[in-house]
Nanobody, 127 residues
């Protein structure tokens, strides 16, 4: 499994960004995909998950502002981020878990399941 993120950058508060994650070796029927983020001095925080049925789940702090999506023919995972705030500043990681029977909401609460990670892409939001 290989995951390669892109699309990070610097924006002002209220702006938008789209993150992309090119995936390879991921069987869409058996994998759960997710976006995590990590700020300096903090642990990885799950942001959004999408399970093998295409069901999504989000952490409360980004609910209604971020949208996770998947283009299966292109083997690409997306994270559309709107109304960005300075507290969204972090390194964002794409992750995959071999979890054919887990739901998106279950995966959101079980980051230990995610054994495959990308290298990360930096998002910086200025006030």
């Amino acid at each position: 499994v290989q995951l390669v993120e892109s699309g990070g950058g610097s924006v002002q508060a209220g702006g938008s960004l789209r993150l992309s994650c090119a995936t390879s070796g991921v069987d869409n029927k058996n994998y759960c995909l997710a976006w995590f983020r990590q700020s300096p001095g903090k642990e990885h925080e799950p942001v959004a998950t999408i399970d093998s049925d295409g069901i999504t789940a989000y952490t409360d702090s980004i609910q209604g502002r971020f949208t996770i999506g998947q283009d299966k023919p292109k083997n690409t995972l997306y994270l559309d981020m709107n109304r960005l705030q300075p507290e969204d500043t972090a390194m964002y990681y794409c992750a995959a878990a071999w979890a054919p029977s887990i739901s998106a909401i279950q995966a959101l609460g079980a980051p230990i399941l995610f054994g495959f990670w990308g290298q990360g892409t930096q998002v910086t939001v200025s006030s």
